[in-house]
């Protein structure tokens, strides 16, 4: 099969550059080991306000992030970042036997919650030109619009995954794949869930000091029959800021098939902005986006771009935002977004966060008008490594959410502090 072959040879792929960087690394001299440690502490209490369109959501989460950095050699180098990532009061579930579990209260009791691995890798750069990353480690690309970090989110976003980079004058250049699901099959067959790609960034001058294009193969294999999801994603990328302009464009096709039916799907999302006090920094941006019923978004960071309610995903939408942000202090930042949201195909629902679940149904509705939303943000550095951050988030409803859920108006707000050592 077409995925099978892909996986194989880009392993290979890997294997061969492993084993190149290692032929034509020089004998390594003696150096001392050394361990760094740095992190994070971050501490949240948010309230959605039917922002799922079910219920309020009020709740308080905890993250502890410790990134510990063992220098084996001038070529070797271990990451090691374990994370305590918690909801205060969270209920956990141990099992109390092979099919059976039980709730069992965290808080204010002798039972603790589990610690987690947010990423463990080995970065092996016998070159300079070139690099092998092995383990669990964050992806992160471009604005994050297809692959990101997702660092908004308690936990994040991690893969599995082997990445080799080669570096050079015009930018550099990432081939990965990533075990998404291990099935354990052995029968000659796919079996797994799969993300393979190559990355390439590039600078082109000051106008271009970003320039990205990517290929993207997601395989699911997962069952009998056919494949419920092969997907191929090609985009590119261009963002750059000059004295007192910016702007970031990207465009991203997909094609494929679903269950052995073709799919096809459609990204744009553009933004430019202005510059007009240099010293408080006040910036006023516009842009527009669109995401055609059948994209699929894939792994992406999507707080920031579709708005901080966290409501919409990007799927058969399409709108424009407007942007103010600026440093009255030094301080301080403060910044509002205003969105716009419209369905891309008025036969079709938009979707939730994730991207898959429908907010409402596609012929419930005749209108077109998803809502306006609004988002007010502050940080201010309270002393050195402490950010206090805060925010809230009104979405207006259009007609289409109206006619689907009357005239509710979600809200969110929260407020955060974040140490880092």
């Not at 383990?135 to 604005?143: E, T």
Request: charged residues 20%; glycine residues 10%; aromatic residues 12%.
């Amino acid at each position: 099969m077409l995925s099978a072959t892909f996986c194989r040879r880009l392993h290979i792929l890997l294997s061969i550059t492993t084993f190149l960087l290692a032929s034509s690394a020089p004998a390594a001299e003696e150096t001392s080991k050394t361990l760094d440690v740095k992190g994070s502490f971050r501490i949240r209490a948010e309230t959605g306000d039917r922002t799922d369109y079910i219920g309020t959501r009020a709740f308080s989460t905890l993250r502890v992030r410790p990134m510990f950095t063992f220098h084996a050699s001038d070529e070797a180098v271990v990451y090691f970042e374990p994370q305590f990532a918690k909801s205060f009061g969270e209920i956990n579930y141990p099992g109390t036997g092979a099919a059976t579990n039980a709730a069992q209260q965290t808080s204010g009791t002798t039972y603790d919650t589990a610690l987690g691995v947010h990423q463990a890798y080995a970065d092996y750069s016998p070159v300079t030109w070139g690099k092998l990353l092995a383990g669990r480690q964050v992806l992160s690309y471009g604005d994050e619009l297809v692959i990101g970090a997702l660092d908004w989110n308690n936990v994040g976003r991690s893969f599995d995954a082997f990445r080799a980079r080669s570096k050079y004058d015009l930018g550099f250049t990432d081939v990965f794949t990533s075990k998404l699901v291990d099935t354990n099959t052995a029968a000659p067959s796919d079996g797994d869930y799969d993300l393979h790609g190559v990355y390439n960034s590039w600078k082109f001058g000051e106008f271009a000091k970003e320039t990205d294009f990517y290929v993207l193969y997601l395989v699911d294999g997962r069952g009998t029959g056919p494949a419920p999801l092969k997907l191929w994603t090609a985009g590119a990328r261009v963002k750059t800021s000059l004295e007192t302009t910016d702007y970031r464009a990207e465009v991203t096709g997909q094609s494929g098939t679903a269950s052995g039916s073709k799919l096809s799907g459609f990204q744009g999302d553009a933004e430019g902005g202005y510059t007009f006090d240099s010293a408080k920094k006040t910036r006023l941006g516009v842009g527009g986006f669109l995401a055609t019923k059948n994209y699929n978004q894939l792994f992406p960071t999507s707080h920031k771009w579709l708005g901080y309610a966290d409501i919409l995903g990007r799927r058969n939408i399409v709108g424009a935002v407007a942007r103010f942000s600026a440093k009255p202090a030094k301080e301080w930042t403060l910044s509002f977004d205003a969105h716009q949201f419209f369905r891309a195909s008025k036969t079709d629902p938009v979707y939730k966060l994730n991207g898959t679940t429908a907010l409402g149904t596609g012929g419930g509705s005749s209108k077109n008008d998803v809502g306006t939303e609004a988002d007010l943000t502050a940080k201010f550095e309270a002393a050195q490594n402490v950010v206090l951050t805060g925010g809230a988030s009104v979405l207006v409803p259009g007609g289409y959410l109206r006619d689907q859920f009357g005239s509710r108006l979600p809200l969110f707000y929260y407020a955060q502090m974040e140490v880092r050592f």
